[in-house]
């Protein structure tokens, strides 16, 4: 299934880098620890598959700290996969780009990464049956990392996050009108689960240890460890 990004987020693909930055909240702390987790379970020449990777901000993050992995971003934009093609150039002999869909077969890989991407799968089922794709794809030991939003099912907390949330938005300028109608629109496309469902999603997917690695509101790194 194709996705576009200047449709979903109303925007240009060459400015996501600098707006996503206004919508979602430490967004380089998440990418960060994601790459701090990672450690410890690659080796020279492993293989990454990023699903979802946009204008390969992470992938470019993962190819300076790794020197030696090679890397597949996958993603169905083709205007997002222009931008990180031009922006991995100094990787070019270690990074594949493939303009496909996560829930086509993944290769054999060693980690296996993602983020503000699989919320756009909105069956409960469909992401358990792409968390056992990754799963099978998954060397051992291997790792699986999805930065992402979530949204407990408790109201409270929910209501909790929701003000985070917003509130990070207007700081960068907008009103809480035009919070709200973002908002509105993303509903479209997107589905947070809680935590607790994606956690359960990975465990009915095979993965035997699962881990919630950081988090600050809604936004969380959360995967699984293939022994």
């Not at 919508?23 to 998440?30: K, S």
């Not at 907390?157 to 509130?167: K, R």
Request: glycine share 6%; hydrophobic share 40%; net charge negative.
């Amino acid at each position: 299934m194709a996705h576009s990004v200047e449709e979903h987020l109303h925007l240009q693909a060459n400015e996501y880098d600098r707006i996503i930055r206004t919508f979602i909240p430490r967004y380089d702390e998440m990418m960060g620890e994601i790459l701090r987790w990672l450690d410890g379970f690659l080796s020279s020449k492993d293989l990454i598959v990023d699903l979802g990777g946009g204008t390969g901000f992470l992938a470019s993050l993962l190819a300076k700290e790794y020197p030696s992995v090679r890397i597949e971003i996958r993603d169905t934009d083709s205007k997002m996969i222009e931008i990180a093609r031009e922006r991995l150039k100094f990787a070019r002999d270690r990074v594949t780009f493939v303009e496909r869909s996560f829930h086509e077969s993944l290769p054999k890989c060693q980690a296996v990464v993602a983020t503000l991407s699989l919320h756009h799968v909105r069956e409960l089922d469909d992401k358990a049956k792409l968390y056992r794709s990754i799963f099978d794809a998954l060397g051992s030991p291997g790792v699986f990392l999805n930065g992402d939003c979530t949204m407990s099912a408790q109201a409270q907390t929910q209501a909790v996050e929701q003000h985070l949330w917003v509130d990070f938005m207007k700081s960068n300028g907008m009103t809480e009108e035009e919070v709200r109608k973002h908002f509105a629109e993303w509903e479209s496309e997107d589905t947070y689960f809680s935590l607790s469902e994606e956690l359960s999603a990975l465990k009915s997917a095979g993965f035997p240890d699962t881990e919630c690695f950081w988090k600050y509101g809604p936004m969380a790194i959360y995967g699984g460890i293939k022994k």
